[in-house]
């Protein structure tokens, strides 16, 4: 069973910068579409960022779009979101989903004001 697991997340000030990876435990073949999704507290998950294959176009929410990047290394299985300019906004659990695999468990990002 391919499974994924996200790290990277952490404590940082307004206007910091972390950056996040996803580890896939095995390769996805095909189409599939992978990405980041991100739940505060109180509201909906909501889609980040998502990278298709293999035509490889991205997406960004408007939220965050200019500020973070998404990125990948497939020799590896890693999917990365680089973060910049962080806002107290961008705090939640942020999850790795690919759509033939499913999702990973989440890291926590706390942007401090």
């Known amino acids: 069973e391919v499974q994924l697991e996200e790290s990277g997340g952490g404590v940082v000030e307004a206007g910091g910068s972390l950056r996040l990876s996803c580890a896939a435990s095995g390769s996805t073949f095909g189409d599939y579409t992978i990405g980041w999704w991100r739940q505060a507290p109180g509201k909906e998950r909501e889609g980040v960022s998502c990278?298709?294959?293999?035509?490889?176009?991205?997406w960004y929410s408007d939220s965050v779009k200019g500020r973070f990047t998404i990125s990948s290394d497939n020799a590896k299985n890693m999917l990365y979101l680089q973060m910049n300019s962080l806002k107290p906004e961008d705090t939640a659990v942020y999850y790795c989903?690919?759509?033939?695999?499913?999702w990973g468990q989440g890291t926590q990002v706390t942007v401090s004001s």
């Open positions: 989903k690919n759509s033939e695999i499913g």
């Open positions: 990278l298709s294959y293999p035509d490889g176009n991205t």
